[in-house]
């Protein structure tokens, strides 16, 4: 039979865990907080492949949002 792990050990690494993860974080410097997606776009040209061919449309562009003052921006 296994030895029960106590709430002190569990409770002791999961704060390891939590130190090694914010420790990781603060190696990343400056980021942005927000959203990018990943678009592609149709032109509107009718005899454009992309009108027809979801593939072939254009791009990839990468689009950056956030939440300001209750906005997206």
Same mark, same amino acid.
């Given at each position: ?32 907080? !927000?959203?990018?997606?990943?678009? #592609?776009? $149709?032109? /509107? ?13 254009? !791009?990839?562009?990468?689009?950056? #949002?956030? $939440?300001? /003052?209750?906005?997206?921006?």
């Amino acid at each position: 039979m296994k030895p029960r792990t106590t709430p002190d050990k569990i409770l002791a690494r999961t704060a390891r865990e939590f130190d090694a993860l914010k420790a990781d974080l603060m190696q990343l410097g400056f980021f942005c907080k !927000g959203t990018v997606l990943h678009r #592609t776009l $149709k032109c /509107g040209r009718p005899t454009c492949p992309c009108a027809h061919n979801p593939a072939q449309r254009h !791009g990839p562009y990468f689009e950056w #949002t956030y $939440k300001g /003052g209750w906005q997206d921006r």
